[in-house]
C-alpha cells in the first residue's frame, strides 16, 4: 500500500470496524441554498441539508419536485445556478464529477453495454490508473460481495436486470468512494425483485458504512430504506425527518397524502355549531373551531368502524377490497370519500355504520395545508377508558374491532 | 385441384414477392449471368457466331499494362476516399452532435455536398480546379505561389479527383454516425464523468466501440462506392491525362462505348464483381468479431 487513501480504503471495503476518522469527514455533504433555475422558473429552490457521514438519505417526491436535479448537482453532472455545496471540508460547487470523490447508480444503470461485467466493474479503476494487479484483487473481492463472481465474463445484455444492477451496484462499490448517489436504482425492476434489492443496498450500505443518497418517487424505497427522509415538492423541501416522523408527524396535507398506502384520508373541514365540522357532514364536532377551513387527516389503519347504533360520524361503506391480510374498504362520508384498513376479511359493502378515531391519530392541517400543532382534534372513541385502565395485554387493535355483521 | 390452407399461403407468398423477383431477375441477375458469360466469349465477326475461349479474356486483361494502370489508380482512389471521408465523417458527428450554436445550421451545411447531384458537384470542383480562372490558383497566387494544373497535371490529378470525393461523401457519411451517436445514452457519458474518465479515452474505450457496426457499414458503401461512383470523371478529367485519373468502372465504360469492346468490358466487370465480393467478405467476417451489436 503506497499510499494513504489505499490503506484506509481498503479497511473500510473488507470489514466491519469503524472507518478512520478522516474518511468520515470526507463523506459530509452540505449544501446552502441550492437552486437549479433552467428558465424563469427554478427547477431547485435554495434547498439546504446537511448530510452526516454514514446516513443513508432519501430524497422523495413526486416526479418533477427537483429531487433528481438536486442529486445531479451533488454529482456534478448538473452545475447549480446559486448555492455552494460541500463535501467534506472541500468546496465541490465547481468541481468537474471525476473530482468530487463520489460514484452514482443510475435508473438506467449506464452500463457499457460492448464491455463484459468485469470490464464494466473496473471501468473506472482503468480511468484513474489503478495498477492491474489490483483492480483485479478489488473487482474479485466486490464481484464476491454482490454475487457476481460466475457472471464476470458476460456481456451486460445476458443479464437478468437484477444482475444489472448488481453489476451497476458493483461499479461504485468497487471505486471505493465513501459517497453514492443512486437516482431510483430500483425502478426498472419487478416488484419482488424490487423489495429483495431494497434489502441488499441496505445491507451493502451498513456493511460498507456508506454514506448514500438515494432519489425515488416511491414512498416503500423512502420507509424501508431511509435512515432519513426528504420530501421535496415544487423544488422545496416539505419535511425533512426520519420515516416514522414523516408518517406519524407530516409536516403538511402534501406530507401526509404521499406517505402510506393507502395515502391519509384528507377531509375538509368547515365551521359547525359546536366546533369544526367535516365539510357536508355537518352534524358532529371533530375539531376546535379554529380548525375550520382547514383539513383532517386520518390514516387508514387509524379509523374504527362501529355499528350503525354507535356513536361516531356516519358513513356508509361503498366497497371493499380484501386484500389477504386486511381489507381496504371505501367509506363515503357526506359527499367525500376514505378509506379505511380492516385486519383481516370483511363484506361490508353497502352497509350503514359509524367511524370514529383516538384523537392522537388526527392530524390538522390550516388552510395554507400546513401541520397545526395548536390545536388538538376531538377524540372520537366512545367514552374510551384511559389508556392506563387497559387490562394488560389488550391492545388498541383488539379494542377497535367491533365487528360488523359480515355478511360471510 | 384444390389448394389447402397452407398451400394458398404459399401460393400468396409467393405471388407478393413476384414483382420484386421479376425487376431482380431482369435487371440484376440476368445482366449478371451474361456479363458473366460474354466475358468467356469472343464475339464473332460478320454474323459468325461468338466463339467460346474460355479464360483466355482474362489472360488478355492481365496482360493489358493500362488494365493494372487503371487498377492501381482505384486501389490509390480507394486507399485515398475511404480512410479520409470515414475520418471526416466521424470527426463532423462528433462536432455537431456536440453542443454549440446553430448545431442545425452547420449539420445542414455538411450534408448539402450530399444532396448535389455528382455531376453538379464536378462543375462547382471544375471551378475550383481551373488553371488560370480557378479558385485554388487564385488563392494560391494572391499568397505568392504559382499555381498548380490541377487536374492536367498527371501526378496531382487523382489526388484532386479524391479530394472532391471526399468532399461529396463525409457528409453522406456523417448523418450515419450522427443517428448512430445520437442513440448512445447520455448516461454513459455520465457514467464515465464520474469516475474521472477523459475525453479522449471516453471516445476511445466506448463511443468507437459503440460506433462500430455504424463503421462497418459505412466501411462497406465507401468501398462499393469507390468502385461504382465514377460520374464526377466525366466532367473533370474524361480519365487523363495518360489515364492517371482513369477508374475501373470509367475504364468499362470506355471500353463498352468508345471502343465497342464488349468482352473487355465484361471481363473487367467480372473481375470488379469478385474483387467486391471478396473484400466485404472479408470485412464482415473480421469486422463482425470486433463489432458489438446492440
Same mark, same amino acid.
Given at each position: 500500500m503506497s499510499c494513504k487513501c489505499n490503506t484506509f480504503n481498503t479497511s473500510w471495503i473488507n470489514n466491519n470496524q469503524q472507518p478512520v476518522m478522516s474518511v468520515m469527514d470526507q463523506s459530509r455533504i452540505r449544501l446552502e441554498r441550492v437552486t437549479k433555475r433552467w428558465?424563469?422558473?427554478? %427547477?431547485?429552490?435554495?434547498?439546504?441539508? @446537511?448530510? &452526516?457521514?454514514?446516513?443513508?438519505?432519501?430524497?422523495?417526491?413526486? #416526479? +418533477?419536485?427537483?429531487?433528481?436535479?438536486?442529486?445531479?448537482?451533488?454529482?456534478?453532472?448538473?452545475?447549480?445556478?446559486?448555492?455552494?455545496?460541500?463535501?467534506?471540508?472541500?468546496?465541490?460547487?465547481?468541481?468537474?464529477?471525476g473530482d468530487r470523490g463520489l460514484s452514482m447508480v443510475f435508473q438506467s444503470y449506464a452500463l457499457?453495454?460492448?464491455?463484459?461485467?468485469a470490464d464494466n466493474i473496473v471501468f473506472g479503476l482503468r480511468s484513474r490508473?489503478?495498477?492491474?494487479?489490483?483492480?483485479?484483487?478489488?473487482? %474479485?473481492?466486490?464481484?464476491?460481495?454482490? @454475487?457476481? &463472481?460466475?457472471?464476470?465474463?458476460?456481456?451486460?445484455?445476458?443479464? #437478468? +436486470?437484477?444482475?444489472?444492477?448488481?453489476?451497476a451496484l458493483a461499479r461504485s462499490v468497487i471505486s471505493e468512494h465513501p459517497i453514492c448517489l443512486m437516482d431510483e436504482p430500483l425502478s426498472n425492476l419487478d416488484a419482488r425483485l424490487r423489495s429483495d434489492m431494497r434489502r441488499e443496498i441496505k445491507a451493502l450500505q451498513s456493511r460498507l458504512n456508506m454514506t448514500v443518497i438515494y432519489v425515488t418517487h416511491d414512498q416503500v424505497e423512502?420507509?424501508?430504506?431511509?435512515?432519513?427522509?426528504?420530501?421535496?415538492?415544487?423544488?422545496?423541501?416539505?419535511?425533512?425527518?426520519?420515516? @416514522?416522523?414523516?408518517?406519524?408527524?407530516?409536516?403538511?396535507a402534501f406530507a401526509a397524502s404521499f406517505i402510506g398506502s393507502p395515502a391519509m384520508n384528507l377531509l375538509p373541514l368547515v365551521a359547525g355549531e359546536h366546533g369544526a365540522v367535516i365539510d357536508s357532514e355537518s352534524d358532529m364536532p371533530v375539531a376546535p373551531l379554529e380548525a375550520a377551513n382547514g383539513q383532517l387527516g386520518i390514516r387508514p389503519e387509524d379509523i374504527e368502524l362501529r355499528p350503525a347504533s354507535a356513536s361516531g360520524v356516519p358513513a356508509k361503506v361503498l366497497s371493499d377490497e380484501y386484500l389477504g391480510a386486511d381489507t381496504i374498504a371505501h367509506l363515503v362520508v357526506g359527499r367525500h370519500t376514505l378509506r379505511i384498513r380492516l385486519r383481516g376479511r370483511h363484506a361490508i359493502t353497502g352497509q350503514h355504520c359509524r367511524i370514529g378515531w383516538p384523537a392522537s391519530a388526527a392530524h390538522l392541517f390550516g388552510a395554507d395545508g400546513l401541520r397545526r400543532d395548536d390545536l388538538t382534534a376531538y377524540s372520537l372513541m366512545p367514552t374510551a377508558p384511559p389508556e392506563s385502565e387497559l387490562p394488560i395485554g389488550s391492545s388498541q387493535a383488539e379494542l377497535r374491532h367491533f365487528p360488523l355483521q359480515s355478511q360471510r | 385441384m384444390t389448394l389447402t390452407a397452407h398451400g394458398k399461403l404459399q401460393l400468396y407468398g409467393a405471388l407478393l414477392l413476384l414483382p420484386a423477383a421479376v425487376l431482380l431477375a431482369a435487371f440484376a441477375y440476368l445482366p449478371t449471368i451474361m456479363t458473366v458469360i460474354n466475358s468467356l466469349f469472343l464475339p464473332g465477326f460478320r454474323g459468325e457466331p461468338a466463339e467460346f475461349v474460355g479464360v483466355e479474356n482474362y489472360q488478355v486483361l492481365f496482360d493489358d499494362p493500362t488494365f493494372w494502370k487503371v487498377a492501381r489508380n482505384n486501389l490509390l482512389y480507394a486507399l485515398g476516399t475511404i480512410p479520409t471521408s470515414i475520418a471526416l465523417a466521424l470527426g463532423m458527428a462528433l462536432f455537431v452532435n456536440g453542443k454549440l450554436p446553430g448545431r442545425g445550421f452547420v449539420r445542414m451545411a455538411y450534408f448539402t455536398p450530399t444532396i448535389l447531384p455528382m455531376i453538379a458537384a464536378a462543375n462547382i470542383w471544375m471551378f475550383f480546379y481551373a488553371p488560370q480562372i480557378g479558385l485554388f490558383n487564385s488563392l494560391l497566387e494572391a499568397l505568392g505561389f504559382s499555381g498548380v494544373n490541377w487536374l492536367g497535371n498527371p501526378s496531382v490529378a487523382l489526388g484532386s479527383v479524391i479530394v472532391m470525393s471526399v468532399w461529396k461523401e463525409a457528409g453522406f457519411f456523417m448523418i450515419f454516425y450522427l443517428a448512430a451517436l445520437q442513440s448512445i445514452p447520455p448516461e454513459l457519458k455520465e457514467a464515465a464523468d464520474l469516475e474521472g474518465t477523459g475525453r479522449w479515452s471516453f471516445f476511445w474505450r466506448v463511443t468507437f466501440p459503440l460506433l462500430m457496426p455504424t463503421t462497418l457499414f459505412v466501411l462497406i458503401n465507401a468501398l462499393i462506392n469507390a468502385v461504382r461512383v465514377v460520374d464526377h470523371l466525366f466532367i473533370l478529367?474524361?480519365?487523363?491525362?495518360n489515364n492517371a485519373t482513369n477508374l475501373l468502372l470509367y475504364y468499362v465504360y470506355e471500353n463498352a462505348f468508345s471502343f465497342f469492346d464488349r468482352t473487355t468490358a465484361a471481363t473487367i466487370t467480372v473481375v470488379i464483381l469478385l474483387v467486391l465480393a471478396v473484400v466485404a467478405t472479408l470485412k464482415f467476417t473480421i469486422l463482425d468479431r470486433r463489432t458489438h451489436y446492440q
Open positions: 428558465d424563469a422558473s427554478p %427547477a431547485v429552490d435554495g434547498i439546504s441539508f @446537511d448530510v &452526516t457521514p454514514g446516513q443513508f438519505v432519501i430524497l422523495l417526491g413526486p #416526479s +418533477g419536485c427537483g429531487k433528481s436535479t438536486t442529486l445531479r448537482m451533488i454529482a456534478g453532472l448538473e452545475e447549480a445556478s446559486d448555492g455552494r455545496i460541500h463535501i467534506g471540508d472541500r468546496d465541490v460547487t465547481r468541481l468537474p464529477p457499457f453495454p460492448h464491455l463484459s461485467v490508473k489503478v495498477p492491474k494487479a489490483e483492480q483485479r484483487e478489488r473487482l %474479485a473481492k466486490v464481484a464476491e460481495l454482490v @454475487d457476481l &463472481t460466475d457472471h464476470l465474463n458476460r456481456k451486460p445484455a445476458q443479464l #437478468s +436486470g437484477g444482475q444489472r444492477q448488481r453489476v423512502a420507509m424501508s430504506m431511509g435512515d432519513r427522509v426528504i420530501l421535496m415538492q415544487h423544488g422545496q423541501i416539505v419535511q425533512d425527518g426520519t420515516p @416514522d416522523e414523516l408518517y406519524n408527524r407530516p409536516a403538511s | 478529367t474524361k480519365g487523363g491525362p
